[in-house]
């Protein structure tokens, strides 16, 4: 059973910069994709970012895109969303997902285990 524990999340102005942190247990992130997901009230999860089980691949949101990046450190089995440059519409509770059995998709449905979310809000 894998277990994610995000953290990092809090409030800041419309420009500022944050850095979640995904920790992960019971997998190794080096052998599966991992992704970020928001959800904003009233809205469904959407796809933020992913990075593939390799490290040398990612993608992104068109709404994060040179905005966000998706690292991880395996060593630490810890994956990272560094989010500069923040808008008031980024604010959500942010998941991070494990993505088993669906190479390369980025869509909620697909993924197995999720993390059970930090709050980011943005002030305008």
């Known amino acids: 059973q894998a277990q994610l524990v995000e953290s990092g999340g809090g409030l800041v102005q419309a420009g500022g910069s944050l850095r979640l942190s995904c920790a992960a247990s019971?997998?190794?992130?080096?052998?599966?994709?991992m992704g970020w997901f928001r959800q904003a009230p009233g809205k469904e999860r959407e796809f933020v970012a992913t990075?593939?089980?390799?490290?040398?691949?990612?993608t992104y949101a068109d709404s994060v895109k040179g905005r966000f990046t998706i690292s991880r450190d395996v060593a630490k089995n810890t994956v990272y969303l560094q989010m500069n440059s923040l808008k008031p519409e980024d604010t959500a509770v942010y998941y991070c997902a494990i993505n088993q059995r669906f190479r390369g998709s980025s869509a909620p449905r697909d993924m197995d285990y999720w993390g059970k979310g930090t709050l980011v809000t943005v002030s305008s």
């Open positions: 990075i593939s089980g390799s490290g040398s691949s990612t």
């Open positions: 019971g997998r190794t992130i080096s052998s599966y994709a």
